[in-house]
Structures are given as structure tokens and as C-alpha cells.
């Protein structure tokens, strides 16, 4: 079915920026709403972006928001991320998810997932 691959994640010192990419296999990625979430180690998986089907609505997580971009290339089948002023409290498992149903906030409303890029923001 539907696999999603991440990738761009490494370490990076406070301050840099950082772009991770999803490529998405299958035939209906430009109808799927695309997620990003992190974890990181002894906490719950948070939402950090989303972008709607044709991209054109975005919503981002407060502690975000002005820091990063998402974006999406559906000739491309891949969702980006885009990272800059990163902290080190940014450092965490990034996952891309996709939703071929409902927009939202919660983990459970993704049907897919990525494998998950590390991402260590060194102070």
C-alpha cells in the first residue's frame, strides 16, 4: 500500500536550519492531507504542520509557527519540511503522516506513517 520515506534529518547546532522530505509512494498522494508529528524520547507524539491536499492551507503548531514551512510537490509525490532557527528542544523522531479522510491534529486521524528522521539540535 501507501509507504512514506523521510529523510533529511542529522544534527545541526542551534540556530541552522534544517529541510527533511517525504516521498509517498501510490497513485493518490495529491488527495491526502499531509502531516508532520515528532517525538521525542518520554513524551507523546505532537503535531507540528499540515498542509491540505492541493496545499493550499497550512496550519502549524504554536511552538513553530514562524519557524517552520511546510510545503508539497504533488508532480513530485513528496511533502517537505522546511526548519530554520531550529532549537534544541526541536530534537526529536520527525514522522510525515497522511490522512485520506479527515484534517486534524491527532495522531489517530493519519492512516499512514513514515519509519521516522532523527533530528538533534546540539547547543
Known amino acids: 500500500q501507501v509507504q512514506l520515506v523521510e529523510s533529511g534529518g542529522g544534527l545541526v547546532q542551534a540556530g541552522g536550519s534544517l529541510r527533511l522530505s517525504c516521498a509517498a509512494s501510490?497513485?493518490?498522494?495529491?488527495?491526502?492531507?499531509m502531516a508532520w508529528f515528532r517525538q521525542a524520547p518520554g513524551k507523546e507524539r505532537e503535531f507540528v504542520c499540515a498542509?491540505?491536499?492541493?496545499?493550499?492551507?497550512?496550519i502549524y503548531s504554536d511552538s513553530v509557527k514562524g519557524r517552520f514551512t511546510i510545503s508539497r510537490d504533488n508532480a513530485k509525490n513528496t511533502v517537505y519540511l522546511q526548519m530554520n532557527s531550529l532549537k534544541p528542544k526541536d530534537t526529536a523522531v520527525y514522522y510525515c503522516?497522511?490522512?485520506?479522510?479527515?484534517?486534524?491534529?491527532?495522531?489517530?486521524?493519519?492512516?499512514?506513517w513514515g519509519q521516522g528522521t532523527q533530528v538533534t539540535v546540539s547547543s
Open positions: 501510490g497513485r493518490a498522494f495529491s488527495t491526502y492531507v
Open positions: 503522516a497522511a490522512s485520506g479522510g479527515g484534517y486534524g491534529l491527532r495522531p489517530n486521524q493519519y492512516d499512514y
Open positions: 498542509i491540505s491536499a492541493s496545499g493550499g492551507s497550512t
